[in-house]
């Protein structure tokens, strides 16, 4: 059984930081891409970024040079840094793995408001 599990999320300021943290199973987790999406209500889900096996991070346009992806393949875990948030970086965020057709985790909300 494979569980993605993610966490961080919250209620922040506009131009404030929170982190998001994925943690998946470990003995599959190194050899695969994670990514995060998100999506903000009435919207389709979206790309934010992702992140290879190897350490290479993409991101969607609307996030580069504010968020950065990275990863601990000994937790294992892929980490969301968010900086100078919006309120329309406001959604759910959700982490998946690249595994088979995809895994993807329950989601954590984040709220960027004043």
């Known amino acids: 059984q494979v569980q993605v599990v993610e966490s961080g999320g919250g209620l922040v300021q506009p131009g404030g930081s929170l982190r998001l943290s994925c943690a998946t199973s470990r003995n599959i987790f190194s050899i695969y891409t994670m990514g995060w999406y998100r999506q903000a209500p009435g919207k389709q889900r979206e790309f934010v970024a992702t992140i290879t096996s190897g350490g290479l991070p993409n991101y969607a346009d609307s996030v580069k040079g504010r968020f950065t992806i990275s990863r601990d393949n000994a937790k294992p875990t892929v980490y969301l840094q968010m900086n100078s948030l919006k309120p329309e970086d406001t959604a759910v965020y959700y982490c998946?793995?690249?595994?088979?057709?995809?895994?993807w985790g329950q989601g954590t909300q984040v709220t960027v408001s004043s």
């Open positions: 998946r793995l690249y595994y088979g057709a995809g895994y």
